[in-house]
């Protein structure tokens, strides 16, 4: 449930970035970084990661929430206010992790994370994606 409350926070955070103008990139980066670096750091004692694992999961949340605060600034910029659409792009990088997550993590350490609430988080996307079909 921690997990999910700082992933909750970190998403509020860019949802946030998202809709007001930038103040300043640099600012907003560190405070991202170091975001994820309090997820990864729950991660590791959660789920007991190794040092390859560790890298993995960095580089992974690096990429994924970065190319998702790129994609909701894009539709900040052009001034979508419909918020589906900023749910419909969280939902795809946060889909795309959970899927990279699946290979990092060993099976009792994949049990452990959906149980922290991943499992729950999945079957809301799968219900919206199938409710927007």
Do not use: C
């Not at 955070?13 to 640099?26: K, L, Y």
């Not at 809301?124 to 409710?131: G, I, L, Y």
């Amino acid at each position: 449930m921690k997990f999910f409350g700082i992933s909750a926070l970190l998403l509020l955070s860019i949802f946030a970035f998202a809709q007001t103008p930038p103040q300043n990139d640099i600012e907003e980066q560190k405070r991202m970084r170091e975001a994820i670096d309090a997820q990864i750091e729950d991660y590791t004692q959660l789920l007991d990661l190794q040092d390859w694992q560790i890298f993995y999961v960095d580089s992974i949340m690096t990429h994924d929430y970065e190319q998702m605060r790129v994609e909701l600034a894009a539709l900040s910029t052009a001034k979508v206010s419909n918020s589906e659409a900023y749910i419909r792009v969280q939902d795809k990088w946060m889909e795309k992790m959970y899927q990279a997550f699946m290979k990092v993590f060993d099976k009792n350490q994949w049990a452990k994370y959906e149980k922290s609430g991943a499992a729950r988080e999945k079957k809301n996307r799968d219900k919206r994606e199938a409710k927007r079909k």
